[in-house]
């Protein structure tokens, strides 16, 4: 099948809509779905989620969402029930967003995809559209076809590309709609529930579409690679990265998204969905060894923070209090899925560091949650930075940069920053008194 994109009629009629899994992308979805006028009922069957929804509280954490969701629940448009099949009973559409984690080989673990496509085959109406809006390897959609065994129900493919953090956002205004199934009637169906976007369509097979996905996620993994290992060459030429990337980004081929240096790529997606792509290839018999290069290439950033903080340390850090600031895998979200900041944040602990952290998502509890055990929790980033000989600063939260230095400098036990993020201003901290190290940063 060939695909071809076209400019959206603007005008979308109303339909009935079941969105399965109430995360970061079916939250987001089904809000953006009852927001151009169709009926959308969610299903989440964590009672956790569920009853924050019910009380009208946002699960996660993400600009806008509150708002948006309260739209749809005044308007009588997005409703929230415990049960996918009550959610499918009537529904034209059915939204699938749940979970396809790493498996330990590096594949996607279709389980959660499964089940629900399970739970819900018996009860969708005849001629519905099932749409496989989870990450999910090519053949999947067949999967989910031969799982339900309802010939009279359609599977098309619509790969999500929200961003954490901007998720309403994307959702409103996305870059392209992605639709791909061997009935192209049934996927361009499911692309006009997107007609308000305006957003150029693809329809294509689901084959494609499924492979559009992950090539995404894949691309944008390996440019941060490349940025991270050009920022560690500039440290060693001598060169200032800013500068560099300044002078690639203004190539509008190259752009100035997704150029800035980190502590490395993490998040629930870039890691799982590049090595599942790296395990599609191998299955296939082709040696992806560009894409496992970049995954080699952003664990050894990790490695190189570490060494960065060791060396602010006079070469190791065992016994040696360390502040942290931020702990989420980017700023402006909750979630700490494959976070960078919290994987560096252990291997420190492990080397035999105090780790003192703060995070504006993270209360500082008496019980912490499994994935921040170690981790000493502070209320606020004053605190995290007493008594330290570094603090370093992981997750780019904007507020760090506007607190009071000459408290922070008060405090420390040594005036010595490393900053990830590259968030900060080195000459204003230099002029305070701290030693300085950002990421391929003079
Ligand atoms: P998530 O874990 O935050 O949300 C999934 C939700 O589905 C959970 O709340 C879970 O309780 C619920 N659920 C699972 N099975 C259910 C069932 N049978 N009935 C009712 N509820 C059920 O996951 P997420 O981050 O939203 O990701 C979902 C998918 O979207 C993944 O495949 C992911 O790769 C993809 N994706 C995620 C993002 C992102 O930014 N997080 C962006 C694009 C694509
Ligand atoms: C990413 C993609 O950007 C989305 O298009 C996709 O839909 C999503 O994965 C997904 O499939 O789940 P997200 O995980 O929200 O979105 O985060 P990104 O903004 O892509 O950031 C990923 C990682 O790269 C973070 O650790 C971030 O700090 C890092 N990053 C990003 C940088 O270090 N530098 C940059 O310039 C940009």
Redesign the pocket.
């Known amino acids: 099948m060939t695909a071809h994109t076209s400019a959206r009629d603007a005008r979308t009629a109303p339909h009935t809509v079941a969105v399965i899994g109430a995360g ?2 079916g939250l987001p979805t089904a809000a953006t779905l009852a927001h151009f006028g169709h009926t959308v009922v969610l299903a989440e069957h964590d009672p956790t989620r569920l009853s924050a929804l019910r009380s009208g509280r946002m699960p996660i954490v993400e600009v806008g969402l509150d708002d948006l969701v309260a739209g749809g629940v005044a308007a009588g448009t997005l409703s929230f029930t415990e049960s996918a099949v009550e959610a499918v009973a009537g529904a034209e559409f059915v939204f699938l967003c749940v979970a396809t984690p790493q498996s330990t080989d590096g594949s996607a673990d279709l389980s959660y995809v499964e089940a629900a496509a399970k739970e819900i085959a018996d009860h969708l109406m005849p001629g519905a559209i099932v749409v496989n809006k989870s ?1 999910v390897p090519v053949g999947s959609a067949t999967m989910v076809e031969q799982v339900m065994g309802r010939p009279d129900v359609g599977v098309v493919s619509n790969p ?6 901007s998720a309403v956002l ?1 959702s409103l205004n996305p870059d392209r709609i992605v639709v791909g199934a061997d009935d192209s009637q049934a996927a361009a169906k499911v692309g006009e529930l997107f007609s308000s976007t305006l957003a150029p369509l693809i329809v294509t097979d689901a084959t494609t579409s499924e492979t559009i ?1 992950y090539a ?2 894949a691309f ?2 390996t440019k ?1 690679s490349f ?2 290992a050009l920022a560690g060459l500039c440290e060693e030429v001598g060169a200032d990265a800013r500068d560099v990337l300044l002078g690639l980004g203004y190539d509008k081929r190259i752009g100035f ?14 890691p799982k ?1 590049t090595r599942a792509l790296l395990h599609i290839a191998r299955e296939a018999g082709y040696d992806f060894s560009l894409l496992a290069g970049a995954i080699a290439s952003n664990d050894e950033q990790l490695t190189r923070v570490v060494s960065k903080v060791e060396d602010a340390c006079g070469g190791s850090v065992d016994k040696a209090t360390l502040g942290v600031w931020g702990l989420t ?2 700023a402006n ?1 909750d979630d700490r899925r494959d ?2 900041s919290l994987q560096i944040s252990h291997r420190l602990r492990e080397l035999g560091a105090t780790v003192q952290a703060f995070d504006p998502t993270v209360e500082a509890e008496a019980e912490p949650p499994e994935d921040l055990r170690g981790l000493h929790l502070r209320a606020d980033p004053y605190e995290a930075a007493t008594g330290a000989q570094v603090l370093v600063v992981l ?2 939260w904007d507020e760090f940069r506007w607190l009071d230095f000459s408290r922070v400098l008060a405090v420390m036990a040594e005036p010595c920053i490393v900053d990830a993020r590259n968030l900060l201003d080195p000459a204003a901290v230099r002029r305070m008194g701290f030693h300085y190290a950002g990421i391929g940063r003079r």
């Open positions: 970061y992308v990450t999500e590309f929200l961003r954490e953090g994307d996905k995404s996620n944008l993994a941060l940025v991270n998204e997704f150029l800035r240096p980190g502590p490395g790529w993490g998040g629930s997606c870039l969905d895998f980017k979200t976070s960078p997750t780019e």
